[in-house]
């Protein structure tokens, strides 16, 4: 099992940019994929973006444009910068890692795929 820890959460005004970051607890260079989720209260997890083992990444069409997936593996840490945020960004954002290949493409970043959670940190835009 692979250990995630969130971080750069906070309250922006509308515009502005965050940068979260997730530590993983083991290398994340044969990763067969992480991704970012949010989840919004009262909705359900939303996949916000993925990049794969090659570097190939996917994101949903309400943030492309705005933010950037990427992952430094020499610090074993996931990134997810984001920028010109709107009051509809306001969620808990979760990273989420699949180790291995287990039957769904990255690109399909649907939250079954991925075993391992990390616990989560908020992201509240204000108009």
């Known amino acids: 099992q692979v250990q995630l820890v969130e971080s750069g959460g906070g309250s922006v005004q509308a515009g502005g940019s965050l940068r979260l970051s997730c530590a993983a607890s083991?290398?994340?260079?044969?990763?067969?994929?992480m991704a970012w989720f949010r989840q919004a209260p009262g909705k359900g997890r939303e996949g916000v973006a993925s990049?794969?083992?090659?570097?190939?990444?996917k994101y949903a069409d309400s943030v492309k444009g705005r933010f950037t997936i990427s992952k430094y593996n020499t610090q074993n840490t996931l990134y997810l910068q984001m920028n010109s945020l709107k009051p509809e960004d306001t969620a808990m954002y979760y990273c989420?890692?699949?180790?291995?290949?287990?039957?769904?493409?990255?690109?399909?970043?649907?939250?079954?795929?991925?075993?391992?959670w990390g616990q989560g940190t908020q992201v509240t835009v204000s108009s």
């Open positions: 990049i794969d083992s090659d570097g190939i990444t």
């Open positions: 083991k290398y994340t260079y044969s990763f067969y994929c």
């Open positions: 989420a890692a699949e180790p291995s290949y287990s039957g769904s493409w990255c690109y399909d970043v649907s939250p079954p795929q991925f075993p391992d």
